[in-house]
């Protein structure tokens, strides 16, 4: 039997499945993560999974700066507001269809510093 925590830590792994599935399904986000980042799967979707936990259970699997990542791909093609736009649109929809339960509000609103946050300090970078 799962412990509430694991509960919640599973919640948080099926929920990044199902965002990713339609991130990787979407036209505009696709190519960003598989054209241009060239992710690899197997070894992102553990460490979005991770950072997830980090964030809203406060596990510590989770040690490395986000921020360079996506540095790095900004640097090969320049995100664009709608690129943020639709990630958290996507973010949000897959969170209201699978809701995290006590953590859902949580989300939704580290959701959106993140994609603000991002835009704000890759357009530093970019501009």
């Given at each position: 039997?799962?412990?509430?925590?694991?509960?919640?830590?599973?919640?948080?792994?099926q929920?990044?499945?199902?965002?990713?599935?339609?991130?990787?399904a979407?036209?505009?986000?696709?190519p960003?993560?598989l054209?241009?980042?060239r992710?690899?799967?197997?070894?992102?979707?553990?460490?979005?999974?991770?950072?997830?936990?980090?964030?809203?259970?406060?596990?510590?699997?989770?040690?490395?700066?986000?921020?360079?990542k996506?540095?790095?791909?900004?640097?090969?093609?320049?995100?664009?507001?709608?690129?943020?736009?639709?990630?958290?649109?996507?973010?949000?929809?897959?969170?209201?269809?699978?809701?995290?339960?006590?953590?859902?509000e949580?989300?939704?609103?580290?959701?959106?510093?993140?994609?603000?946050?991002?835009?704000?300090n890759?357009?530093?970078?970019?501009?």
């Amino acid at each position: 039997m799962l412990s509430p925590g694991d509960e919640t830590s599973q919640q948080i792994d099926q929920f990044v499945d199902a965002f990713y599935e339609r991130v990787l399904a979407d036209p505009l986000l696709a190519p960003m993560f598989l054209e241009v980042a060239r992710i690899n799967l197997a070894e992102h979707l553990p460490r979005i999974k991770a950072y997830w936990r980090k964030m809203l259970l406060g596990h510590s699997d989770y040690r490395r700066h986000m921020m360079q990542k996506h540095r790095e791909v900004d640097a090969i093609k320049h995100m664009t507001p709608e690129h943020y736009e639709r990630w958290l649109s996507l973010f949000e929809d897959t969170l209201e269809k699978q809701p995290l339960g006590t953590s859902s509000e949580r989300a939704f609103t580290l959701a959106r510093r993140v994609a603000g946050n991002m835009r704000q300090n890759l357009q530093r970078f970019s501009g």
